[in-house]
């Protein structure tokens, strides 16, 4: 789950990271009311879940008696699909250097590693393709944490300049911060060194753990679903792996590796998934049935593909909940299956003259839906 | 023969008196695996399908030989008892358990791998080795005796390479499904010497995924220490970045978890890749010529 600039700040603020005074604003005439609180320049900033905001326009510096302008710009500016609804306005810095660092949870090392540079300010990723050699990694032995001086070796040996324990402190600081609240990414960037030496958080990014959002029901209620599909929304009430795609075969399968699969196969065929929808394991007549419905329900979907292999999902169940969402009208597409597995005769047996069209094969069943849908793309 | 785990094995089964514990034992026991004992904290003393049930690992094996434990328990405590297992001197754990914290399993991992024991999962269906055991939650009867090891990052899509592998005749030696989490106990490569000691196995394939480079360090090994082919596969060829396919693990980040990176990867190994599950068994015979 993604965080915003304003929580994640809050969250470093509770660790003890200095950062910069701020507060949230919904309305133009609100933010210049914060700006002229705060009495000097501010920056005011798009509070969205994407990055690139500042190459976008969502990032502007104004005095207190320009902020209502700049607000109503930003506010309702479309940042890659996403509107903007809030901004965040808070007081500028005085930037004398612009430092990065971050964690993450690193698969090869299986470990959470921090990663420090020089060169802050920018996109990580690109320093990352174009100057490797400035960021400095330090995998974080988890049973010991992050200690003070692991965390001054990093600051010299990335070449930071400034207060060396200071700089020890936000590092530890940001650990402590990923640790206690479950991140499963965690950045400050930049990390400012100000005109005056003092060391600010100017901007951070904290995505969170969704395994462990039951250890933080605070946090867990900060999840914004308007900035989710609405269907992703529906889906994650059904309890599905749901992902909206932007093509027409709608595609509903047991297993994620089946589903990722599935959708390989569609395009192989020429066609194009709208969406992933994983039943689970072992899903019952009545799970399906809300699949089904919940796909059908989207209006790019312009035919289904069900594709089934059971285990502990067995195929007699998948076909009863199929065949429920086809009695009751819910599905106004063409349906291609292909069962496979534990039950798979039984299945086919409830399944023979449904309205649907069944296949043994996945690629075959995958090349009938793209050319029921209107053929390759 | 097989890997890691025979009919000889002892199971101990962690969360037993649960719902999905109870039922896959009563599975695992159908399909022919020695389970000795169970533990829930909370209701040792009892009996659950045949086996005493015992509060804690350290009481199962003081009285039972145990050579392999699987965990069915909720995530919260997942983490907990695999770490319980591996104190109790349990050498091969099986963590079935979906969603568990990432920072548990990292903290986890780490211990009990400096304990010198193997974990394979979370959120993995088990191993099976074909008509001999099984310590997982995979249907048992799509699993025929025979000269293949396979290893997956998926359950489904293991299934299906299975049943494939059965039905042409080639069979299976060993399956592991080592789970779709970012930070699991055993990967590709960790599997790969076994397959490559184990005399039964003639061929090994690679289920891989998108998300993270297992499969490219999978290669790496394969290229410089494997003599027996090994064929590949690769599920979400297709999915867009950034996005979790179901799998914690299965999301392309940046430039790290493309399918064309692994792709590259197995090529450069002169790893076959089959595109469709079909074609895995025509790569397999093949190879096997």
């Given at each position: 789950?993604k965080?915003?600039?304003?929580?994640?700040?809050?969250?470093?603020?509770?660790?003890?990271?200095?950062?910069?005074?701020?507060?949230?604003?919904?309305?133009?005439?609100?933010?210049?009311?914060?700006?002229?609180?705060?009495?000097?320049?501010?920056?005011?900033?798009?509070?969205?879940?994407?990055?690139?905001?500042?190459?976008?326009?969502?990032?502007?510096?104004?005095?207190?008696?320009?902020?209502?302008?700049?607000?109503?710009?930003?506010?309702?500016?479309?940042?890659?699909?996403?509107?903007?609804?809030?901004?965040?306005?808070?007081?500028?810095?005085?930037?004398?250097?612009?430092?990065?660092?971050?964690?993450i949870?690193?698969?090869?090392?299986?470990r959470?590693?921090?990663?420090?540079?020089?060169?802050?300010?920018?996109?990580?990723?690109?320093?990352?393709?174009?100057?490797?050699?400035?960021?400095v990694?330090?995998?974080?032995?988890?049973?010991?944490?992050?200690?003070h001086?692991?965390?001054?070796?990093?600051?010299?040996?990335?070449g930071?300049?400034?207060?060396?324990?200071?700089?020890?402190?936000?590092?530890?600081?940001?650990?402590?911060t990923?640790?206690?609240?479950?991140?499963?990414?965690?950045?400050?960037?930049?990390?400012?060194?100000?005109d005056?030496?003092?060391?600010?958080?100017?901007?951070?990014?904290?995505?969170?753990?969704?395994?462990?959002?039951?250890?933080?029901?605070?946090?867990?209620?900060?999840r914004?679903?308007?900035?989710?599909?609405?269907?992703?929304?529906?889906?994650?009430?059904?309890?599905?792996?749901?992902?909206?795609?932007?093509?027409?075969?709608?595609?509903?399968?047991?297993?994620?590796?089946?589903?990722?699969?599935?959708?390989?196969?569609?395009?192989?065929?020429?066609?194009?998934?709208?969406?992933?929808?994983?039943?689970?394991?072992?899903?019952?007549?009545?799970?399906?049935?809300?699949?089904?419905?919940?796909?059908?329900?989207?209006?790019?979907?312009?035919?289904?593909?069900?594709?089934?292999?059971?285990?502990?999902?067995?195929?007699?169940?998948?076909?009863?909940?199929?065949?429920?969402?086809?009695?009751?009208?819910v599905?106004?597409?063409?349906?291609?299956?292909?069962?496979?597995?534990?039950?798979?005769?039984?299945?086919?047996?409830?399944?023979?003259?449904?309205?649907?069209?069944?296949?043994?094969?996945?690629?075959?069943?995958?090349?009938?839906?793209?050319?029921?849908?209107?053929?390759?793309? | 023969?097989?890997?890691?785990?025979?009919?000889?094995?002892?199971?101990?089964?962690?969360?037993?008196?649960?719902?999905?514990g109870?039922?896959?034992?009563?599975?695992?026991?159908?399909?022919g695996?020695?389970?000795?004992?169970?533990?829930?904290?909370?209701?040792?003393?009892?009996?659950?399908?045949?086996?005493?049930v015992?509060?804690?690992?350290?009481e199962?094996?003081?009285?039972?030989?145990?050579?392999?434990?699987?965990?069915?328990?909720?995530?919260?405590?997942a983490?907990?008892?695999?770490?319980?297992?591996?104190?109790?001197?349990?050498?091969?754990?099986?963590?079935?358990?979906?969603?568990?914290?990432?920072?548990?399993?990292?903290?986890?991992v780490?211990?009990?791998?400096?304990?010198?024991?193997?974990?394979?999962?979370?959120?993995?269906p088990?191993?099976?080795?074909?008509?001999?055991?099984?310590?997982?939650?995979?249907?048992?009867?799509?699993?025929?005796?025979?000269?293949?090891?396979?290893?997956?990052?998926?359950?489904?899509?293991?299934?299906?390479?299975?049943?494939?592998?059965?039905?042409?005749?080639?069979?299976?030696?060993?399956?592991?499904?080592?789970?779709?989490?970012?930070?699991?106990?055993?990967?590709?490569?960790d599997?790969?010497?076994?397959?490559?000691?184990?005399?039964d196995?003639?061929?090994?394939?690679?289920?891989?995924?998108?998300?993270?480079?297992?499969?490219?360090?999978?290669?790496?090994?394969?290229?410089?220490?494997?003599?027996?082919?090994?064929?590949?596969?690769?599920?979400?060829?297709?999915?867009?970045?950034?996005?979790?396919?179901?799998?914690?693990?299965?999301?392309?980040?940046?430039?790290?978890?493309?399918?064309?990176?692994?792709?590259?990867?197995?090529?450069?190994?002169?790893?076959p890749?089959?595109?469709?599950?079909?074609?895995?068994?025509?790569?397999?015979?093949?190879?096997?010529?």
């Amino acid at each position: 789950m993604k965080l915003h600039e304003f929580q994640a700040k809050e969250l470093l603020a509770q660790h003890g990271v200095p950062v910069p005074t701020g507060k949230v604003a919904y309305a133009p005439e609100e933010a210049e009311r914060i700006a002229k609180e705060f009495g000097k320049r501010v920056v005011i900033k798009a509070q969205v879940h994407v990055g690139g905001r500042g190459k976008a326009g969502g990032v502007k510096l104004a005095q207190p008696d320009e902020a209502r302008e700049v607000a109503g710009k930003i506010l309702g500016m479309d940042i890659k699909g996403l509107t903007v609804k809030k901004v965040l306005v808070a007081e500028a810095v005085d930037i004398a250097k612009e430092y990065y660092a971050g964690l993450i949870i690193d698969r090869s090392t299986q470990r959470v590693v921090l990663m420090v540079s020089k060169e802050g300010g920018v996109d990580i990723e690109e320093v990352a393709r174009t100057n490797p050699q400035a960021i400095v990694k330090f995998p974080v032995d988890p049973h010991k944490g992050l200690r003070h001086f692991e965390a001054r070796d990093v600051v010299k040996r990335a070449g930071l300049e400034g207060n060396i324990n200071r700089l020890a402190n936000v590092i530890v600081q940001l650990y402590n911060t990923f640790v206690g609240v479950d991140a499963s990414l965690a950045e400050i960037n930049p990390l400012v060194v100000t005109d005056q030496g003092d060391i600010i958080a100017a901007d951070a990014k904290i995505d969170l753990d969704d395994n462990a959002l039951f250890r933080h029901p605070d946090l867990a209620k900060l999840r914004e679903i308007e900035a989710e599909h609405p269907l992703e929304i529906e889906a994650s009430n059904y309890g599905f792996a749901y992902v909206k795609l932007d093509g027409d075969v709608g595609v509903i399968g047991n297993g994620a590796g089946l589903v990722m699969y599935t959708l390989d196969l569609v395009n192989r065929a020429g066609g194009k998934p709208a969406n992933f929808l994983d039943i689970g394991g072992g899903a019952k007549a009545e799970v399906v049935y809300n699949a089904v419905k919940l796909v059908a329900k989207d209006p790019d979907v312009k035919g289904i593909f069900i594709n089934i292999f059971g285990g502990i999902t067995r195929a007699d169940e998948v076909a009863k909940g199929v065949i429920q969402a086809l009695e009751e009208g819910v599905v106004k597409v063409p349906v291609v299956m292909r069962v496979a597995g534990t039950a798979e005769e039984e299945a086919k047996s409830l399944l023979e003259g449904k309205p649907i069209y069944l296949y043994p094969n996945s690629l075959e069943a995958a090349k009938a839906i793209v050319t029921m849908v209107g053929g390759a793309k | 023969m097989s890997i890691l785990i025979n009919k000889e094995t002892r199971v101990l089964v962690q969360g037993i008196t649960g719902r999905e514990g109870r039922f896959h034992t009563e599975q695992m026991q159908a399909y022919g695996t020695k389970v000795v004992a169970g533990v829930t904290p909370g209701k040792g003393g009892r009996d659950a399908l045949g086996v005493p049930v015992y509060d804690t690992v350290k009481e199962a094996v003081a009285d039972h030989e145990v050579d392999a434990s699987i965990i069915f328990v909720p995530a919260a405590a997942a983490a907990d008892a695999a770490l319980e297992a591996a104190y109790a001197g349990v050498q091969l754990v099986v963590l079935i358990t979906e969603g568990i914290p990432t920072l548990d399993m990292v903290a986890a991992v780490k211990e009990i791998k400096d304990l010198g024991v193997r974990l394979i999962g979370g959120n993995c269906p088990g191993l099976i080795s074909a008509e001999e055991a099984k310590l997982g939650i995979m249907p048992g009867h799509v699993f025929k005796k025979g000269r293949v090891g396979l290893i997956s990052r998926s359950g489904t899509l293991t299934y299906e390479a299975a049943a494939a592998l059965s039905e042409s005749g080639l069979g299976t030696t060993t399956t592991v499904g080592i789970g779709g989490d970012p930070i699991i106990g055993t990967t590709f490569k960790d599997l790969l010497p076994l397959f490559k000691d184990d005399p039964d196995t003639d061929a090994v394939v690679v289920i891989g995924e998108i998300g993270g480079s297992d499969e490219e360090e999978a290669a790496a090994w394969i290229k410089e220490n494997m003599e027996k082919p090994v064929v590949g596969f690769i599920g979400g060829r297709s999915a867009p970045k950034g996005k979790r396919m179901g799998h914690a693990g299965a999301i392309i980040m940046g430039d790290v978890g493309t399918p064309e990176s692994k792709l590259k990867a197995f090529a450069e190994a002169n790893i076959p890749v089959a595109d469709t599950i079909d074609e895995i068994v025509e790569l397999v015979r093949k190879q096997l010529k």
